[in-house]
């Protein structure tokens, strides 16, 4: 009883203090306009933060305000700012999480509160949600498969080797990477030489499974990364093998530098996403939601299959959805 | 079956009852155990399952909730309470319930009836009232990292599965009890009856059947079981044995009776303490009475008919016995008779009863009349004396001639005591004087006659012999047959020897000592029947002295006896020893030389005596000298004469001598 009673007063206590730093404490709830949060894995990456421009951007449109709460990639975080997001009792959470696991807690807090949620790019493994926005990474794996393809044929290159450094292949977007790709490499003279899956994403790994990609298969004509933060790895370690101009390099997601090394060839291509649009796309849907208005479940947003020679009509809406420098 | 037996109870029943409280106490007891055992085990299994369970949760959560990854762990629960059929499996996550800012955060998987194995949420009521709907058993376990609590799994193990062991347990149990009892109690009953009960009313049948001594007549049958066969075995010799028990104890009572009766004996118990005494019809009979005129019979009884004297000797050897020093009571004692007289009696017995203080209780006895043998024993007595007073030798043989007995007299005749005599044979008595034939017809004429009557020849100890007149008669037993021999030696050596002088004054020469005449007689027969027997030769001398005459007158009657009598030594001491000297009368002498070899031996002879009468010789200072003149006349065989013509021809012969000048002799020509 005593434990009991103790515990209470402590979260009166937290429920009082959150009061008072809320800047929207002093407002009335119903002048305000109806806050969402979005609950993002962590900011510091760019994907992640162009994805919170496009939230911000669409729910100020649609006349929200929003919360955002990186994780800053800690599990514990993301907690605490999904305990915080339901405290304050917002209208609804976009959610971008650490994980697909994490995933379910916060959507099983959220549920027992009562807020709705849209998954935004990062999936879940369970629990209640009202949509999921991601990208078809098939469709943009197989398109820049497509580009590769294209770009090896041209080197007068008709068959060879095809290393993959693959993000962890059980995510459902790995899986859905590798499937794209190596299924636009079945049509061709080329196939997948060999696959190595990212553990901690660094550059050492990046490096090494490049280096040994390279050195298994003498026939080796490119390398493709499904993730995006660690080209320099495969560069070096291309370089580094002496195949510079022999091993050709493809990237998965975008960086802003790849503007101009995809210009300057030293990107074959890169297979953007494009995190603002998913980001609006979620407000969106979280808004149409609460116009109780019917959404799909799954909304898969196209992948950009972005070569030297699309790169200049893609560029605006590459820099708007994908790196988020564009005009807001 | 009588009144008794049916209210006793049925060895069937008891059996049955028995089987059937041993089934009602060992089958619950047992599955009481068994079900008590089970619990322990299945709890022991449970525990272990569930800190395996919690061992294994504790393990693969602990890191996942510090990452909190609480998905993560609530999927190993998940599979965890599916796996372990669980009620519920909870984790009570204290990092998150901080980080929401609750008292708690607890979540997991409940078993749902409808959904199964489902996330657990603490505000569904349905889910609370699910997880408390039945009894379970709470592990739990604290989960740390770095030392610090990040929260509690428990495990809700549900105990249904206890009770349903339980009631199975129970329900076996019972259904075991059941089926044992009604089984065993079906095969028990079935087999006490047709294979106890019935033989035993073999049995019972067999053993009713009896005998008036309630000795079953029948011999009980065999029987299949081995304890039963056994049991049969046993009684039948049992009953054997007490039917030959019985048969010995009426021989034996019998036999006693017989032997009672036999013996003629009168029987008495004595009851030492009261004095009652009982006493049988001879006992009475003995005293001239009938029991019935004894009654009451008491001690007194027997006091009052015996004789004071004896009384007081019955009363000593009593205490004798009663004191441990005699092994039975026995004493001759007289009793009064009604008639008057005194009977003798032998009164035994021995005491068979003390009292518990070691008290003299119960005597039986005897009672023998002996009056006819103490009068033998006095007549036996008298003959004892007499046997040992008497002055002729008496000795007792058996039938072989071994001395038993001989008496005083015996002992100074013989020179034998008793002990030297006894055990040995009569014939030590003997001398030696008689030849087997004298024997062999003592011994014909004793067995045939039983008797036999003589003079006899012993040798005495000291090596003498002398003459009895022994009287031998045998003694026959009852059956007529000898069964010893009385010999009375009656000394006649006194007897003998004056019989043995009569004849020798009447065979021989007062004066000379010499053969007389009728000696010379039967001497001469002799030798001629020797003679002719054996072809001898036989000179008669006829010896007439020359000038006795004139001594005896000159010198007197007594002068001339002297000379005759030391002539008569000088002839006999001039003849053979196997010649005879005989004087027949006056101065006349007949010497007989029987076995001559020849006429001239007998001369020689015949000078020899010529010379012994004519040497002179002194007489009251005299000296005397007188010749011999001899006539002699020979005989043997061939010769047809007899004695008398023998003598007459010497006589004629010594007379021609004596007329031819005297000393001289004088041959047949």
Known sequence: MFRSGLHRLKLCCLMGILLLVSPFAAASEADAPPRLAYLVSDLRIPFWSIMAGGVEQQAKELGYSVEVLSADNSARKELENTARALHDEVAGIILSPTNSSAAVTVLDLAEKAGVPVVIADIGTQGGEYVSYIGSDNEQGARELGQVLVKALEARGWSEGGVGIVAIPQKRENGKARTRGFVDALSSSGFQAAGIRQQVDFSYTETYTFSRELIESDPNLRALWLQGSDRYQGALDAIRDAGKEGEVLLVCFDAEPEFIEMIRSGQLVGAGMQQPRLIGEKAVTTLHAYRQSEPVPKRQKLPVLAVSPQNIDDLLPTIEKNVLGTGPK | MTDRHQRQPSLQGRIILLALLSILLVVPVHGTLSFLEQKQLLLADMKQQADESLASLSKNTAPLMASYAIAEYQKLVSTEAALGQYIAILVDDFQMARILGQPRYVSGSILMPDTGITPYNPADTVQQAQLTAQPYLLFERTLESDGQPLGRISIYMPQTAVEEKLNEILYDSLRSSLLLAITLVALLGLFVRYQIVSPLKDFLASLSERDAEGIPVNPLPGFKYREFSSLSETLNRMIGLIRASRAEIK??????????????????????????????????????????????????????????????????????????????????????????????????????????????????????????????????????????????????????????????????????????????????????????????????????????????????????TYPVHLKISAIKGQNGATESYVAILSDISDFKAHEQKLEHLARFDLLTGLPNRLTMYDRLNQAMMQAREYDALLAVLFLDLDGFKEVNDSLGHEAGDQLLIHLSRRMHHAVRDTDTVARIGGDEFVILLPDLQNRDAGITIIERLLNATASPLRIHNTEVSVSASIGASFYDHHRAADAEDLLREADQLMYEAKQKGKNRYQLPG
């Open chain 2, 251 to 464: 021989q034996e009572g019998d036999r006693l009776l017989a032997v009672i009766e036999g013996t003629n004996v009168g029987t008495w118990e004595w009851n030492i303490q009261t004095g009652e005494t009982v006493f049988n019809e001879r006992w009475a009979e003995i005293v001239g009475y009938t029991l019935e005129e004894l009654q009451p019979t008491t001690i007194d009884t027997w006091a009052r008919l015996t004789h004071p004297d004896d009384l007081a000797e019955s009363e000593k050897q009593l205490q004798r016995h009663f004191a441990g020093e005699t092994d039975f009571y026995q004493c001759e004692a007289r009793m009064k008779h009604k008639d008057g007289h005194w009977v003798w009696v032998l009164d035994r017995g021995k005491l068979s009863k003390t009292t518990p203080t070691g008290e003299p209780l119960m005597m039986y006895g005897t009672h023998q009349d002996i009056t006819r043998q103490k009068e033998t024993e006095l007549r036996l007595s008298l003959a004892a004396r007499v046997f040992e007073h008497v002055n002729d030798g008496v000795m007792i043989t058996d039938t072989r001639g071994v001395i038993q007995n001989v008496n005083a007299a015996f002992s100074a005749l013989t020179g034998f005591e008793p002990s030297e005599v006894t055990g040995r044979n009569a014939s030590i008595l003997s001398s030696g004087r008689h030849d087997c034939d004298f024997y062999r017809a003592m011994w014909s004429h004793l067995l045939n006659e039983g008797n036999w009557d003589g003079e006899v020849w012993n040798r005495h100890k000291a090596g003498d």
